[in-house]
């Protein structure tokens, strides 16, 4: 259990202040969003399940996109810099923030982490979540669109137990299809109905890292997104100074 939100326990965290968190938090993610824009770079909240195959789908994506897109990316995690070790390895420069006890990232933590990845002159910024079904969903991190990924491992029963992530999704992506030989009573066509019973507005990719199926169609959605996101007038945010920025030179 998240010990900031407390994932929806009102005894360990009464609503009024789950509801100041969320205010406090979407104020930061509209302050995260106007860095986006002015950087000119399209974030996308990378969401899913742990083993989903999010790293995976990001490590693919730099090799498909052949140097063609310059790629940065958080990675959201409790320990560990793994993720952000094969991130680095596949060529994308990336940063892992580690939430300890919290089962997601917020808006704060990407904030801050903007002071250790510098991300002008980027195309696109991927924040790669905590894997969890739940919590990622809530929390607005200033984010262009959400991206859920559901491994056809995980069964076509999981849009309709958590819904409030796939409702979040402006896409789904269906990750690791090469494993559908080897599962006889699941299908792409059973996990598009599952989708659009609590989604029918999200967009679905099948896809997979491993022999490259559908990541002509994943590029394209992410250009296509890119395009419009660049259409938004950009609007500026006053100057401030960013607490981490502030301590690391009073440490100098």
């Known amino acids: 259990m998240c010990q900031d939100c407390g994932c929806g326990d009102r005894e360990l965290v009464p609503v009024e202040l789950h509801e ?18 002015e950087a000119g770079v399209l974030a996308i909240n990378l969401m ?61 933590q990407v904030h801050h982490a903007l002071d250790d990845l510098p991300i002008a002159g980027a195309d696109l910024l991927f924040i790669e979540n905590v894997g969890n079904l739940v919590c990622p969903a809530i929390y607005d ?6 991206v859920v990924a559901l491994s056809v491992t995980e069964g076509v029963d999981k849009p309709l137990k958590y819904p409030v992530m796939f409702r979040a999704a402006d896409l789904v992506l269906i990750t690791k299809t090469d494993l559908l030989p ?3 009573e699941v299908s792409v066509a059973q996990l598009r109905d599952s989708i659009a019973r609590v989604a029918p507005e999200a967009e679905v990719i099948a896809i997979s890292a491993k ?6 169609e994943w590029l394209a959605w992410l250009a296509k997104t ?3 996101e660049t259409a938004k007038p950009v609007v500026a ?16």
């Open 20 to 37: 100041k968190l969320l205010a406090g938090n979407d104020r930061t993610a509209a302050h995260n969003r106007e860095h986006f824009a």
């Open 48 to 108: 899913g399940s742990p083993g989903s195959g999010k790293t995976a789908l990001l490590e693919a994506t730099a090799r498909h996109a052949n140097g063609k897109i310059k790629l940065r990316a958080f990675s959201g995690d409790l320990e560990t810099d793994r993720d952000g070790e094969r991130l680095r390895a596949a060529g994308i420069p990336a940063r892992t923030i580690t939430t300890g006890s919290a089962c997601h990232l917020d808006a704060r």
């Open 141 to 146: 991190l200033g984010e262009a669109a959400n």
């Open 182 to 184: 080897y599962l006889e």
């Open 211 to 216: 022999n490259g199926d559908g990541m002509p």
């Open 226 to 228: 890119k395009a419009a």
């Open 237 to 252: 945010h006053a100057a401030h100074v960013h607490p981490i920025a502030t301590a690391a030179k009073a440490s100098v």
